[in-house]
């Protein structure tokens, strides 16, 4: 499996950047989601969704900001951030795993860098206050 991440920039403080992840295959045990990693942090969960349903899943410091969508047909994840903020600035970058059949898998598995057996390249998004 292979990941191509892009969109990312420089934005001012409230504005919106949208991020495309193209997954080469995916099937109904699916999940991708979205991380982040500030200098000198730790790679931070920020919004995962899984492939069959649509279910999404989000960090408390994005909810109500960012959507996570995918659009089957063309095996592309997507991550809308609107009202961006200076603390989002940060290298995002997505993964995808397979997570299992069950809601339960991805609940339990979302959130945890660990678990995406692929990763694609970072993208910088940097928010000027």
């Known amino acids: 499996v292979q990941l191509q991440a892009s969109g990312g920039g420089l934005v001012q403080a409230g504005g919106s950047l949208r991020l495309s992840c193209e997954t080469s295959?995916?099937?109904?045990?699916?999940?991708m989601g979205w991380f982040r990693q500030a200098p000198g942090e730790e790679r931070e969960f920020v919004a995962a969704?899984?492939?069959?349903?649509?279910?999404?899943s989000y960090s408390d410091p994005v909810k109500d900001r960012f959507t996570i969508s995918r659009d089957k047909a063309k095996n592309t994840a997507y991550l809308q951030m609107n009202n961006l903020k200076p603390d989002d600035t940060a290298v995002y970058y997505c993964?995808?795993?397979?997570?299992?059949?069950?809601?339960?898998?991805?609940?339990?598995?979302?959130?945890?860098?660990?678990?995406?057996?692929?990763w694609g390249q970072g993208t910088q998004v940097t928010v000027s206050s």
């Open positions: 969704i899984r492939w069959t349903d649509g279910s999404t």
């Open positions: 295959e995916a099937s109904s045990s699916y999940a």
């Open positions: 993964g995808a795993g397979w997570f299992g059949d069950s809601y339960y898998g991805f609940y339990q598995r979302k959130g945890r860098h660990f678990e995406y057996a692929y």
